[in-house]
């Protein structure tokens, strides 16, 4: 599905009997113990006639985790398939399980071409909210698909049961009661607003770069900050030169595309917070490494360079979306990394906005040049309470953490430890790694005040380093997207190509930050198991 297809699914709510819902899929989730919430074993073992224990007793399904069974009910229910999900371990079942398995269940009910699921995997982890928004953004987000290029429409499936169009989910219900149905009501909301977002921060990340160029990106950040009172401002070459910024102007003037800093401004009224919170993230809508250019193998990925900014971008727009009491800002300072002959040079020295001069030893390590400027120019224009950037910024942080954890730095060790908190608790887990004093010295440059490498150990650490010379020492967390921001093959709820992460993230962590502000959006606890 594109976004246009996923806004226009159904999104309902039910209290009743889930055996009474027309849907084609009822989801049912199964521990590997075989038992299931609530009395829902006993209800559908007694309409299906003692199959349904059979199946379990025979460990035809064994209720392990991702695990799906479609039963054919012929009629026995009103759906036409119940579909027995594995949830794995009772004591480990947390949203994220919810979330991976609503994926896997989305997937396969698209090559069944089944375009209404009902879930009752609500009923598996005691926050509804949090289950509810799991549900949700597993279903979507699983479906999500990227086909702006495909001359015919992509079913999905193998099988030619599709009509003559793409496959679409049209109607998704979720199981709550009597007394968990405003939760899941809050939860389904949250989930819509963040798979808004993450779409259109994937589409962002997928679109070839002679499409999703600075321009291009501007247009989209205008188009839909208008339409959600977000103010938009944004700086071309020009402005930037005469505002000094001169690393970022640096790494710009390689490239044809013109370059521009895109700054976006949510303040409601009755903010919680009297200084805003800023977001920063690398929009480097191409990067060929410059002068220093990059080996051709996979160099298309780094159409993806722009993921931190995207993720800025799609933040703002749930922020505002779900009317967030809380003053943000955003920036992305958005640019392509080229070669050419007025391309930044090994050994030039730029001045940035804070006055600091760098020495370019490698002209790919661009991503730190143009956020010195972005951080130190948004530090001293908004005088912010936090400051956080997302950024695809280096390579080593695959090679120490994987596809699966964000790399996380930073000079505020409490709202570090919050951001990791936040992200274990709806799955986009970081880990920390150290800032001490001695990497320091690996930036030091013999020409200007500092280098923009820093030698071959703990590049994802010296990168860190050299963007807290632009933070003023003020509260500062930095997260190294590289190796979460695009995944190379399927996964339940992340098709190959660009994840959207940080999105979910950073809304949860920013309501985190308004509850303690005292301004109460919604209750920031881990989801517990039942
Ligand atoms: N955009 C890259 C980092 C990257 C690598 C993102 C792989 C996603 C996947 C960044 O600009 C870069 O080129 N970093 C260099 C830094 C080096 C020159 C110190 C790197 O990681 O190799
Ligand atoms: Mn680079
Ligand atoms: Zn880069």
Redesign the pocket.
């Known amino acids: 599905m594109n976004g246009t297809q996923a806004e226009k699914v159904a999104i309902d709510v039910l209290t009743g009997d889930p055996l009474a819902t027309n849907a084609a899929g009822v989801v049912v989730g199964v521990w590997d113990d075989g038992q299931m919430a609530q009395d829902l074993k006993k209800k559908i073992d007694t309409a299906l006639g003692g199959e349904l224990a059979r199946i379990l007793a025979n460990g035809e399904f064994k209720g392990e985790p991702g695990e799906t069974f479609f039963l054919p009910t012929f009629g026995k229910m009103k759906s036409r398939y119940l579909i027995l999900a594995g949830l794995g371990k009772r004591d480990k079942t947390t949203a994220e399980t919810l979330r991976k398995l609503s994926g896997t269940v989305a997937g396969a009910a698209r090559r069944r071409n089944l375009s209404k699921l009902h879930s009752t995997l609500t009923e598996n982890v005691s926050d509804s909210a949090q289950a509810a928004e799991a549900v949700v953004e597993g279903t979507l987000l699983g479906l999500y698909r990227f086909s702006d290029y495909k001359s015919k429409p992509q079913n999905g499936s193998k099988s030619k049961v599709g009509k003559n169009g793409e496959y679409t989910l049209t109607q998704l219900s979720l199981q709550a009661t009597k007394t968990s149905d405003r939760k899941v009501r809050q939860g389904v909301e949250w989930g819509q607003a963040i798979v808004r977002a993450t779409y259109l921060a994937r589409d962002l990340g997928n679109q070839p770069a002679n499409v999703a160029t600075p321009t291009m990106i501007a247009e989209t950040a205008s188009r839909e900050t208008k339409k959600r009172g977000i103010r938009y401002t944004s700086f071309d070459r020009t402005r930037m030169e005469e505002m000094g910024l001169g690393a970022l102007v640096g790494v710009a003037k390689g490239s044809n595309e013109p370059a521009r800093l895109i700054q976006l401004e949510y303040k409601p009224a009755g903010a919680a917070n009297t200084r805003p919170v800023l977001l920063v993230g690398k929009t480097?809508t191409f990067?060929s490494?410059g002068i220093s250019l990059k080996p051709a193998e996979k160099m298309e990925?780094?159409k993806g360079?722009m993921s931190g900014g995207a993720t800025v971008l799609g933040t703002m727009m749930a922020a505002a979306d779900l009317k967030f009491p809380l003053w943000i800002v955003g920036l992305m300072p958005a640019t392509e990394n080229m070669p050419s002959g007025t391309a930044n040079k090994p050994g030039d020295v730029l001045r940035a906005f804070n006055g600091k001069t760098i020495e370019v030893i490698?002209t790919?390590?661009?991503?730190r040049l143009i956020l010195a400027d972005a951080l130190s120019y948004g530090i001293k224009t908004f005088d912010p309470i936090l400051t956080i950037d997302l950024a695809?910024?280096?390579?080593?942080v695959?090679v120490a953490l994987g596809a699966h954890t964000l790399g996380v730095m930073g000079n505020d060790q409490k709202r570090i430890d919050q951001i990791i908190e936040t992200g274990t608790e709806v799955g986009e887990r970081g880990w920390q790694l150290p800032l001490f004093e001695e990497y320091y010295d690996q930036i030091k440059s013999p020409v200007a005040d500092i280098q923009n490498?820093g030698g071959r150990g703990a590049?994802t650490i010296t990168a860190a380093a050299f963007l807290s010379h632009f933070v003023d020492d003020k509260p500062w967390v930095h997260l190294d997207i590289?190796g979460t921001a695009w995944v190379e093959s399927d996964e339940p709820y992340k098709p190959k190509g660009n994840v959207g992460i940080g999105i979910r993230l950073l809304i949860h962590f920013l309501n985190r930050l308004a509850v303690e502000k005292g301004s109460r959006k919604r209750p920031s606890k881990p989801a517990k198991r039942k």
């Open positions: 480097l990067d490494g990925t780094m360079d490698n790919d390590a661009e991503g695809t910024l280096t390579g080593a695959t490498v590049g590289a």
